[in-house]
């Protein structure tokens, strides 16, 4: 890195000072009660996945260049310049991080590391040091609109192929998957995710749309949620991909955009976007989950939750849980849709984060770490004995599946509205 | 001891003065930076979300960290029990208002605040990763902490002791600007902050449940 390069590195830090990020910079005791709250810290108490030590890296730079101690007596208050050496040094703990804010929960203080996280990951992509495949899968969603390169054609086909299912299944040939449905209620946009790996979740929720005669379109334009820009650090990515779907929300002139069972997704469009892009929506943002529960509390959907048998529990998606409020809703369809429900323990906003989240899926340089970080996981959903563990999270479905291969765990991971449309009754 | 006496009470108001204006200019610079107002539909109560970071979140049987680690909690908030306590015994030996009261507390409170702060400290410099997450400030501001805390509590059973604590209360009131022991004031920022954002998003809500 020469002078120029780390002097725009300092200044993209400048421009993203604000008073959380100052405070949560300034604020660290390092009293490492973050450490034992890290899914990642629990594979081997390795120092570099402690919270604290992972936000470190930022701290010491902004302290050498923010405060008058680190101005001026750096080693007093361990401040860092920033070079070349400094930022491969972040990488490791910078991206082995799901971003899942259970260490801002258990801090006394309450400091947002993964605000901090974020700032050092912009820092890294920026500097042209983020992790490859993660940088691959922006530039997919930039130039094609999904990370996965699945084309507009690939789309199409796959809805074509949903709904010659669906006519059979639902016996009526006139059946159809409405597409760019100007006036739509809701535009439903899922992950590609879905669509490559879990189709069964989007036909479920096709079900689910239909049983509840939902006024409903997809996009053939924006056909896929997702946003890598947010676990590589790629601001301007970021906000291009989320700008898109709000046009075309806006286009559309639809009242709910509707979010798939995709964690990140649903928080980027939902809380982080009209920040990101400093505008109000004039449409609602729903995760899928959300629209499913209120379904079921209206008496829209008739469901018969003997056909969903075994013991059911359920993973709180990080994005949609801690940093959502998205608790009871997946908890109240599930109860409606099975014979028995068991929460794992804990819950909630302490819930165990999967180990999948912050592009960790996508970073195949950290796969041991990823797996061997689902202990805890695997842990809790052992100790419920259930046989069936949903989620409400494309990610952390992928995610719990291998988990509970790589620690024996005879469960079958699905997602919520997979085990809806399986207790849904259709006329 | 007597000249001690007279050149740290000679000192102890520059070192106030130099505390006050070293916080200030410290929290002013902070506060300038930007909080912008969050565009996003709100869907609870960031105000309760506050309220709750700074009173409910903070009782140990609520955070998961709390009952893990009951051993460091009480450590942690005996320790600065003692610290307010010491405070307190200057304030009112300046105020001439309740000294007795205070030399009895300090008496009581002191040696297990100082013996429970300095363990923090061993704590610290002895497990690994604890020593991995340290710098310079983190293990000179609790020796700092102990020795105000050693001094005070002398000085409650001997008032000869003064000069000293004195010495003990101006290092620390010259450090406090610069060093970690300012999250004093950052502490109250941070937990509103905290519970301004997970209150609007519906995390923290009324009356939640107890989830572990």
Redesign the interface.
């Known amino acids: 890195m020469n002078n120029t390069q780390i002097s725009d590195a300092l200044n993209l830090l400048e421009s993203k000072?604000?008073?959380?990020?100052?405070?949560?910079l300034?604020?660290?005791?390092?009293?490492?009660?973050c450490?034992?709250?890290c899914h990642l810290y629990h594979i081997d108490?390795d120092?570099i996945h402690?919270p604290?030590?992972k936000a470190?890296k930022l701290r010491r730079v902004y302290k050498r260049n923010h405060?008058?101690?680190g101005k001026y007596f750096p080693?007093?208050?361990?401040a860092h310049d920033l070079n070349d050496a400094e930022l491969d040094d972040w990488v490791d703990s910078v991206y082995q991080c799901t971003m899942c804010r259970r260490c801002?929960?258990?801090?006394?203080?309450?400091?947002?590391n993964s605000l901090v996280i974020r700032t050092s990951r912009s820092i890294l992509s920026a500097m042209g040091k983020a992790p490859k495949m993660l940088e691959e899968h922006t530039d997919n969603a930039c130039k094609t609109g999904s990370p996965l390169k699945v084309s507009k054609e690939d789309f199409l086909d796959r809805l074509e192929w949903f709904e010659e299912e669906l006519q059979d299944e639902l016996n009526d040939d006139d059946y159809e998957i409405p597409i760019d449905k100007e006036g739509a209620e809701f535009l439903f946009i899922p992950a590609s995710l879905e669509m490559m790996k879990f189709p069964e979740t989007i036909m479920s929720t096709l079900k689910i749309f239909h049983a509840a005669s939902a006024n409903y379109t997809f996009s053939s334009v924006r056909y896929d949620v997702t946003n890598y820009g947010v676990f590589n650090g790629d601001d301007v990515a970021t906000k291009s991909i989320a700008m898109k779907d709000i046009e075309e929300a806006n286009r559309l002139g639809i009242k709910t955009l509707v979010v798939s069972e995709c964690g990140h997704a649903y928080r980027a469009l939902?809380?982080?976007a009209?920040?990101w892009l400093?505008?109000?929506?004039a449409f609602?943002?729903k995760d899928i989950v959300e629209l499913v529960q209120e379904w079921i509390s209206d008496g829209k959907l008739t469901l018969d939750s003997s056909r969903n048998p075994e013991k059911v529990t359920y993973h709180d998606p990080c994005n949609m849980?801690?940093?959502?409020?998205?608790f009871e809703e997946p908890r109240d369809a599930l109860k409606a849709s099975v014979n028995e429900f068991q929460d794992m323990?804990?819950?909630?906003?302490?819930?165990w984060c999967c180990g999948g989240g912050g592009g960790m899926l996508s970073m195949p340089e950290y796969e041991e770490n990823r797996l061997a970080s689902g202990k805890k996981k695997a842990e809790q959903v052992r100790n419920t004995e259930a046989k069936v563990l949903a989620t409400a999270c494309a990610n952390c479905q992928m995610q719990l599946g291998q988990v509970m291969e790589h620690f024996d765990l005879d469960v079958k991971v699905e997602s919520v509205t997979d085990v809806v449309a399986n207790a849904l009754v259709l006329e | 001891m007597t000249t001690l006496n007279n050149l740290t009470d000679f000192l102890l108001n520059w070192a106030i003065l130099i505390f006050i204006v070293g916080m200030t200019v410290r929290l002013v610079r902070i506060l300038r930076y930007p909080y912008k107002k969050d565009l996003s539909q709100s869907k609870g109560d960031p105000k309760y979300g506050a309220f709750y970071a700074l009173t409910f979140a903070m009782l140990p049987w609520k955070k998961e960290s709390t009952k893990k680690h009951w051993l460091t909690y009480m450590a942690g908030m005996i320790m600065h029990i003692g610290v307010f306590a010491v405070i307190l015994f200057a304030l009112v030996k300046r105020l001439d208002y309740g000294v007795e009261l205070m030399t009895i507390v300090v008496k009581w409170i002191g040696p297990v605040a100082l013996l429970l702060a300095f363990s923090l400290f061993i704590k610290r410099a002895t497990l690994g990763y604890m020593k991995a997450i340290s710098n310079f400030d983190d293990y000179f501001s609790n020796l700092l902490v102990d020795f105000y805390l050693l001094a005070g509590t002398l000085t409650a059973y001997n008032l000869e002791w003064v000069g000293l604590w004195r010495l003990a209360a101006i290092l620390l009131l010259l450090w406090i600007p610069f060093g970690k022991i300012f999250h004093m004031l950052l502490f109250f920022i941070s937990r509103v902050l905290f519970g301004l954002q997970f209150g609007r998003r519906g995390v923290i809500k009324h009356g939640p449940p107890i989830t572990y």
């Open positions: 000072l604000s008073l959380p990020l100052v405070t949560y300034e604020t660290c005791t390092h009293c490492a009660v450490a034992d709250s108490e120092p402690i604290c030590f470190d405060t008058f101690a080693w007093l208050v361990g801002t929960i258990a801090c006394p203080i309450g400091i947002d939902r809380w982080e009209p920040n400093g505008m109000e929506y609602e943002v849980g801690r940093n959502s409020g998205l323990l804990p819950n909630r906003e302490n819930n």
